[in-house]
């Protein structure tokens, strides 16, 4: 059976210099509206996954990813979607909410504590485990 091609989607766990890691809250109108999220987008034709990533934090955050410090650290699936997460501890830019919604910083074992989209939750249990272990 022929299914569509998911959409592909890219996230960062933005990990600050006290350790936290930065989620974005959904504004309210949109799907998944209110709940807690890695910040970034879909990709766009024509774009790599992080130059989207690149791109999507510039619009939503005001920062600039350091495109070297970019780890790979994850990725979740459901039927329709594909996220790839990765971790960042370089950007210059001091990140705010400017689309809507706002953001808050997190101790690591705190993400899951947040009421996020279901592809979230095994996205923060395996950013905590890759800091816990010091992989990332
Ligand atoms: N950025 C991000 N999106 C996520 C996460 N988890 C999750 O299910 N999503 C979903 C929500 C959206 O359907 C899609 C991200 O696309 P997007 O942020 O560009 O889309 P959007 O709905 O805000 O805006 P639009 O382009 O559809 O108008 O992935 C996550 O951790 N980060």
Do not use: N
């Not at 987008?41 to 955050?61: D, N, Q, T, Y």
């Not at 070297?68 to 830019?93: K, M, Q, T």
């Not at 706002?102 to 950013?127: E, K, R, T």
Request: proline content about 9%; overall charge negative; some cysteine.
């Amino acid at each position: 059976m022929l299914v569509p091609v998911p959409v592909l989607v890219v996230a960062a766990a933005l990990i600050g210099a006290d350790g936290r890691v930065c989620l974005q809250r959904r504004p309210d109108e949109k799907a998944h509206g209110g709940l807690w999220e890695f910040p970034g987008g879909k990709v766009e034709p024509g774009e790599s996954p992080e130059g989207a990533l690149a791109r999507e934090l510039a619009e939503e955050l005001g920062i600039a990813l350091d495109l070297g410090s970019l780890e790979p650290c994850g990725f979740a699936a459901d039927g329709g979607l594909v996220i790839l997460l990765y971790a960042c501890r370089a950007w210059s830019g001091e990140a705010a909410a400017l689309e809507g919604g706002a953001i808050g910083w997190f101790a690591p074992d705190a993400l899951s504590a947040q009421p996020m989209p279901p592809l979230d939750y095994p996205l923060a249990s395996q950013v905590c485990r890759l800091l816990s272990q010091g992989h990332i």
